[in-house]
């Protein structure tokens, strides 16, 4: 019995060392993460394990396995791990403890491929992925086929490693900005960049993705678009990047890439854009443009434009070097600034020849080719709260590229006193003709020359220039009599003096009459006074009530006054000289002719002015009128003018003028004018200029202009009753095609809305010329949408006259969702040219594939 029990003892006391061994053994080999689901659990008293994970994993799923010799879980369907910041929705997860490794898998479908991504979720950010690893320790990960979503677009790469929460690395990268492909409403993207190696930098501000080679696909098609390198900035600032170019052919210099260039913000007011025209045959465009804007206070820019085109073969008589510039300066005052003190200026000076050389296509776009004259101007504009008083200083300068002459003024100053009233009266209402006299009064500073290119700030130049000083001074009244009748009176006085004055002469032995500006100060003072009255006469024409017409308006404002002036030309004001023409004969002249203050009047003026304005409405029966009745306007205005000179010793009668406009069927406007000589032009054998002789009463033509403007659009000749097309198909488009119906045999149903104006202009002018010139032309200008998203707009001038396509330009715009193409085509005139450029819609994009105008109210920045 003792030899049993000692026996018994013995094998307990070695079955309960066995277990303590086994005990010991398992927790040595337990996985460090008491949040694993398992149903063994021991607490040590003798030894504490470290832990070695920062924070709790936790998991769940729908079926969970613990491989406790391998250290591993594996999670199956809807598997979730928690780590930290960190989230992993997969349709497989495993979790390799012993290498804090955890990978994770979308769902499979029948044919092994993944129907159902895996979705890793930090920092409030979700990532899809085919396949995906994850380091819990380094916070490392790879994953297969990543899906990256950045500002407005998706970043679709074969391999993705995240090197920590801030850098991945992505190899076979693509980068799209398609709304349909981000919303996952359709399986291929439109278009996107690929790049074989690509960096994503993420910071708490700004993002930013760099990539080397890059190539644009459109509808997985590689386009010819490619780039060395690219930086694409995903912040809501201004960044630094490259511009790319839009590329055509012009017939003249050749192949070209247009606004190729690199944008650089400056600072938080300033950015500075450098562009560059490349063409084939070796001319080429620099054009440096700077902005700046200061909320409430000011905004403006700097641009210019050098550069040399060159045309033809070197060697052949068609060859020609032409050196072009041009400088230009916009800056406008927020009216917020200083109600008090405005400053602002708009200056653009170019080459004489700019226009026609320059190998800018935006001007021959724009049409700025056809500019006859180009004006600079700037002007500081001063007020003040208690006076009266506007001083404003101005500088100008204008190019005239038909004479190759400049217009220089520098400076010029004015101050204006506000129009007051000279006999104010008590009771603050003003009766009669003297409380109701107002005095308007100013003085006016020039300096004045005309110049060339060659010539300007030369000491020629400023020997040339004229400076005057003006004062006028313009007093008027009016009152009502007999109810009916406007009286008014009104008188002008001039004041004027200038440092310089004419000589005029006949020289023989060239044949011409020479003008020497002397250096000499000289004055006049001239006066005028004037007297009309008028009134308004109306006519009522009424018809039955069942006439189509209901009634015709005729309203007519006569208008007679008259006007005295005293005779300058006179010996005893000295303001007028004689010289001796070809002929022989004495011919006055002003000494202040080709002055900056002008000249006083010749000759004695006693004129009686009339003038007759007329308006001419119909009423007519309308059904669509709520009123029932409908107003046509005949004459919008015809009006006639002409004047009497009872002191004139000769052709006492004035040009008699006619002019007149209307708009008929609400659409078709009409302006003519028409001016009769009323006497008679007589021409002597071989002579085409005229003599105007004393036999009045011949109304010979002088002159005429009609122009015609005709708008049509699809709304015009749109029925009423035209039932809308979501009402008649209403079967929609889908992915895509959502601006499409369709009808029960599938076929496609869109508006296709069209605009087209009309315009024709015709002028004659003779004056006393034999002959007269005539100028005719017709102009066409519209657009029509072929479909949803094709835009087709273009314009056409024809000059009947010399039967010749003047200006015509063609343009076809296809929206292609996420981006546009557009091609601009000139066919005919001094430039043939044609552009193509693709412009994306996304911010993040829009500049970097084509070139726009930046602003700052367009922060987001290109490559």
Same mark, same amino acid.
């Given at each position: 019995?003792?030899?049993?029990?000692?026996?018994?003892?013995?094998?307990?006391?070695?079955?309960?060392?066995?277990?303590n061994?086994?005990?010991?053994?398992?927790?040595?080999?337990?996985?460090?993460?008491?949040?694993?689901?398992?149903?063994?659990?021991? =607490?040590?008293?003798?030894?504490?394990i $470290?832990? /070695?994970?920062?924070?709790?994993?936790?998991?769940?799923?729908? &079926?969970?396995?613990?491989?406790?010799?391998?250290? *591993?879980?594996?999670?199956?369907?809807?598997?979730?791990?928690?780590y930290?910041?960190?989230?992993?929705?997969?349709?497989y997860?495993?979790?390799?403890?012993?290498?804090?490794?955890?990978?994770?898998?979308?769902e499979?479908?029948?044919?092994?491929?993944?129907?159902?991504?895996?979705?890793?979720?930090?920092?409030?950010?979700?990532?899809?992925?085919?396949?995906?690893?994850?380091?819990?320790?380094?916070r490392?990960?790879?994953?297969?086929?990543?899906? =990256?979503?950045?500002?407005?677009?998706?970043?679709?790469?074969?391999?993705?490693?995240?090197?920590?929460?801030?850098?991945?690395? *992505?190899?076979?990268?693509?980068?799209?900005?398609?709304e349909?492909?981000?919303?996952?409403?359709?399986?291929i993207?439109?278009?996107?960049?690929?790049?074989?190696?690509?960096?994503?930098?993420?910071?708490?501000?700004?993002?930013?993705? %760099?990539?080397?080679?890059?190539?644009?696909?459109?509808?997985?098609? $590689?386009?010819?678009?490619?780039?060395?390198?690219?930086?694409?900035?995903?912040?809501?600032? /201004?960044?630094?990047? %490259?511009?790319? $170019?839009?590329?055509?052919?012009?017939?003249?210099?050749?192949?070209?890439?247009?606004s190729?260039g690199?944008?650089q913000?400056?600072?938080?007011?300033?950015?500075?854009k450098?562009?560059?025209?490349?063409y084939?045959k070796?001319?080429? &465009?620099?054009?440096?443009?700077?902005?700046?804007?200061?909320?409430?206070?000011?905004?403006? @820019?700097?641009?210019?434009? %050098?550069?040399? #085109?060159?045309?033809?073969?070197?060697?052949?008589?068609?060859?020609?070097?032409?050196?072009?510039?041009?400088?230009?300066w916009?800056?406008?005052?927020?009216?917020?600034?200083?109600?008090?003190?405005?400053?602002?200026?708009?200056?653009?000076?170019?080459?004489?020849?700019?226009?026609?050389?320059?190998?800018n &296509?935006n001007?021959?776009?724009?049409?700025?080719?056809?500019?006859?004259?180009?004006?600079?101007?700037?002007?500081?504009?001063?007020?003040?709260?208690?006076l009266?008083?506007?001083?404003?200083?101005?500088?100008?300068?204008s190019?005239n590229?038909?004479?190759?002459?400049?217009?220089?003024?520098?400076?010029?100053?004015?101050?204006?006193?506000?129009?007051?009233?000279?006999?104010?009266?008590?009771?603050?209402?003003?009766?009669?003709?003297?409380?109701?006299?107002?005095?308007? #009064?100013?003085?006016?500073?020039?300096?004045?020359?005309?110049?060339?290119?060659?010539?300007?700030?030369?000491?020629?130049?400023?020997?040339?220039?004229?400076?005057?000083?003006?004062?006028?001074?313009?007093?008027?009244?009016?009152t009502?009599?007999?109810k009916?009748?406007?009286?008014?009176?009104?008188?002008?006085?001039?004041?004027?003096?200038t440092?310089?004055?004419?000589?005029?002469?006949?020289?023989?032995? =060239?044949?011409?009459?020479?003008?020497?500006?002397?250096?000499k100060?000289?004055?006049?003072?001239?006066?005028? #006074?004037?007297?009309?009255?008028?009134?308004?006469?109306?006519? *009522?024409?009424?018809f039955?009530?069942?006439?189509?017409?209901?009634?015709?308006?005729?309203?007519?404002t006569?208008?007679?006054?008259?006007?005295?002036?005293?005779?300058?030309?006179?010996?005893?004001?000295?303001?007028?000289?004689?010289?001796?023409?070809?002929?022989?004969?004495? =011919?006055?002249?002003?000494?202040?002719d080709?002055?900056?203050?002008?000249?006083?009047?010749?000759?004695?003026?006693q004129?009686?002015?009339?003038?007759?304005?007329?308006?001419?409405? *119909?009423?007519?029966?309308?059904?669509?009128d709520?009123t029932?009745?409908?107003?046509i306007?005949?004459?919008?205005?015809?009006?006639?003018?002409? &004047?009497?000179?009872?002191?004139?010793?000769?052709?006492?009668?004035?040009?008699?003028?006619?002019s007149?406009?209307?708009?008929?069927?609400?659409?078709?406007?009409?302006?003519t004018?028409?001016?009769?000589?009323?006497?008679?032009?007589?021409?002597?054998?071989?002579?085409?200029?005229?003599?105007r002789?004393?036999?009045?009463?011949?109304?010979?033509?002088?002159?005429?202009?009609?122009?015609?403007?005709?708008?049509?659009?699809?709304?015009?000749?749109?029925?009423?009753?035209?039932?809308?097309?979501?009402?008649?198909?209403?079967?929609?488009?889908?992915?895509?095609?959502?601006?499409?119906?369709?009808?029960?045999?599938?076929?496609?149903?869109?508006?296709?809305?069209?605009?087209?104006?009309?315009?024709?202009?015709?002028?004659?002018?003779?004056?006393?010329s034999?002959?007269?010139?005539?100028?005719?032309?017709?102009?066409?200008?519209?657009? %029509?949408?072929?479909?949803?998203?094709?835009?087709?707009?273009?314009?056409?001038?024809?000059?009947?006259?010399?039967?010749?396509?003047?200006?015509?330009?063609?343009?076809?715009?296809?929206?292609?969702?996420?981006?546009?193409? @557009?091609?601009?085509?000139?066919?005919?005139?001094q430039?043939?040219?044609?552009?193509?450029?693709?412009?994306?819609?996304?911010?993040?994009?829009?500049?970097?594939?084509?070139?726009?105008?930046?602003?700052?109210?367009?922060?987001?920045?290109?490559?």
């Amino acid at each position: 019995m003792v030899k049993n029990g000692f026996k018994n003892r013995l094998l307990i006391l070695i079955i309960l060392i066995f277990n303590n061994f086994l005990a010991f053994t398992y927790a040595q080999n337990l996985p460090e993460n008491k949040g694993v689901n398992d149903t063994i659990t021991r =607490t040590d008293t003798l030894r504490t394990i $470290p832990e /070695r994970l920062e924070d709790v994993v936790e998991s769940k799923a729908e &079926n969970i396995r613990n491989d406790i010799p391998k250290k *591993m879980t594996y999670l199956n369907r809807k598997a979730q791990v928690k780590y930290q910041d960190m989230q992993i929705d997969a349709d497989y997860i495993s979790i390799d403890w012993d290498r804090s490794m955890i990978f994770a898998r979308g769902e499979l479908d029948s044919l092994g491929r993944i129907r159902t991504p895996a979705i890793a979720t930090q920092g409030g950010k979700s990532y899809e992925y085919d396949e995906f690893t994850y380091n819990i320790k380094t916070r490392q990960a790879i994953a297969f086929n990543a899906r =990256t979503e950045e500002s407005e677009g998706v970043i679709i790469a074969e391999r993705t490693k995240k090197y920590n929460d801030s850098v991945f690395f *992505m190899r076979r990268g693509k980068y799209t900005t398609d709304e349909y492909f981000i919303k996952k409403k359709d399986t291929i993207a439109d278009y996107y960049l690929l790049a074989p190696n690509i960096k994503l930098i993420k910071g708490k501000e700004k993002s930013q993705v %760099i990539t080397g080679p890059i190539q644009m696909y459109i509808e997985q098609v $590689p386009t010819p678009l490619v780039l060395p390198f690219a930086i694409l900035p995903f912040s809501d600032k /201004r960044s630094a990047g %490259i511009l790319i $170019p839009s590329f055509g052919e012009r017939e003249d210099v050749g192949f070209f890439l247009n606004s190729l260039g690199y944008y650089q913000p400056i600072g938080d007011h300033f950015d500075l854009k450098i562009l560059a025209d490349l063409y084939t045959k070796g001319s080429w &465009n620099l054009r440096p443009e700077m902005n700046y804007k200061k909320n409430y206070r000011y905004t403006g @820019n700097f641009s210019a434009d %050098i550069g040399t #085109t060159v045309r033809g073969i070197r060697g052949l008589p068609d060859y020609s070097k032409t050196g072009t510039y041009r400088i230009a300066w916009r800056h406008q005052q927020d009216q917020k600034a200083n109600p008090f003190l405005t400053f602002s200026a708009s200056v653009d000076v170019v080459s004489n020849r700019f226009y026609n050389n320059t190998v800018n &296509n935006n001007y021959a776009f724009n049409q700025n080719n056809l500019n006859a004259q180009q004006n600079s101007s700037i002007s500081v504009v001063k007020r003040f709260l208690t006076l009266p008083v506007t001083i404003t200083g101005t500088a100008s300068y204008s190019q005239n590229f038909s004479t190759g002459f400049a217009d220089l003024k520098l400076p010029v100053l004015n101050v204006a006193i506000n129009q007051f009233y000279l006999f104010k009266p008590k009771s603050g209402i003003r009766e009669g003709l003297l409380e109701n006299i107002t005095v308007n #009064t100013g003085l006016n500073f020039n300096n004045f020359v005309q110049t060339t290119e060659d010539e300007l700030f030369t000491p020629a130049m400023w020997d040339k220039m004229q400076t005057g000083l003006k004062n006028n001074i313009t007093l008027g009244t009016n009152t009502t009599i007999a109810k009916y009748f406007t009286f008014s009176l009104n008188a002008n006085i001039d004041n004027a003096l200038t440092t310089k004055t004419l000589t005029r002469n006949y020289n023989p032995v =060239t044949n011409k009459v020479e003008d020497i500006l002397q250096k000499k100060i000289a004055g006049y003072s001239s006066f005028s #006074t004037g007297a009309s009255l008028q009134t308004v006469l109306y006519g *009522m024409l009424n018809f039955k009530r069942t006439s189509a017409v209901q009634a015709i308006r005729h309203m007519v404002t006569p208008q007679i006054g008259f006007t005295y002036s005293p005779d300058f030309s006179t010996p005893g004001f000295g303001y007028y000289r004689n010289y001796y023409n070809d002929r022989g004969e004495m =011919t006055p002249y002003s000494i202040f002719d080709r002055g900056i203050v002008g000249s006083p009047n010749s000759g004695l003026v006693q004129a009686l002015s009339i003038s007759v304005n007329n308006n001419l409405e *119909m009423k007519v029966r309308s059904k669509t009128d709520s009123t029932g009745v409908k107003k046509i306007k005949i004459f919008e205005s015809l009006n006639f003018n002409t &004047n009497y000179n009872f002191a004139a010793p000769e052709h006492k009668w004035s040009i008699f003028s006619f002019s007149g406009q209307t708009t008929l069927f609400d659409k078709l406007n009409i302006n003519t004018a028409l001016n009769l000589e009323p006497y008679q032009i007589l021409f002597a054998p071989g002579e085409n200029t005229g003599v105007r002789t004393q036999n009045f009463g011949y109304f010979s033509l002088q002159g005429f202009n009609a122009q015609l403007s005709y708008p049509l659009s699809s709304e015009i000749f749109k029925k009423k009753d035209s039932e809308d097309l979501s009402k008649k198909y209403p079967k929609k488009g889908e992915i895509r095609n959502e601006n499409y119906y369709f009808d029960e045999d599938n076929y496609s149903r869109f508006e296709q809305p069209w605009s087209l104006n009309i315009n024709a202009q015709y002028s004659y002018t003779r004056s006393l010329s034999r002959f007269g010139s005539k100028m005719a032309s017709i102009g066409l200008d519209g657009s %029509i949408k072929l479909s949803p998203y094709w835009n087709i707009t273009g314009n056409l001038y024809y000059d009947v006259i010399s039967k010749e396509i003047a200006n015509t330009q063609l343009g076809f715009s296809r929206d292609q969702r996420s981006f546009t193409i @557009n091609f601009n085509w000139i066919p005919y005139g001094q430039y043939k040219v044609y552009d193509f450029f693709i412009g994306i819609k996304a911010n993040i994009l829009r500049d970097a594939l084509k070139y726009r105008d930046r602003s700052f109210t367009q922060p987001n920045a290109p490559f």
